[in-house]
């Protein structure tokens, strides 16, 4: 059994959904494990992740409208505001999304849906590098 672990860092320009797939199956690429199991690690509060259509843009500009209704940047609505009026809102966008995500591999690649890709759900309103760890384990 192999095991891999890898850095991936991502810069947001703010926030949006940013496909990360690519990139993950570039590194998943370098392995050369056939079977296994990816785990994507977003070491940060205020950002997620997501595995999300591909296909459609109108799929992210409405998961970006619905979080700005169901968590609006209200000053008034919030305690913690250290980095500003988006810093709480970030957190809780966090919360009711996810941090981690697991993704099968098969035949050496991603066991994504044809439509599928992971995406990087970047929560702040200014740009950010954010680190995803990839551990990977398999045969």
Known sequence: ???ATFNLIVRTRGQGLIDCTAR??????EQS???????VFCTHTSASLLIQENAAPEVRSDLMAFFERAVPEDPALYDHNDEGPDD???HI????????ISVP???GRLALGTWQAIYLFEH???SH???LVLHLLGE
Do not use: Y
């Open 24 to 29: 993950v199956n570039g590194w998943l690429n």
């Open 129 to 131: 590098e954010r680190a």
């Open 105 to 107: 591999v098969k035949d």
């Open 1 to 3: 059994m192999k095991q």
């Open 93 to 100: 966008r966090s919360a009711l999304t996810q941090v981690s």
């Open 88 to 90: 709480m809102p970030a």
């Open 33 to 39: 494990v056939k079977t296994g199991l990816l785990t």
């Open 124 to 126: 702040r309103r200014t």
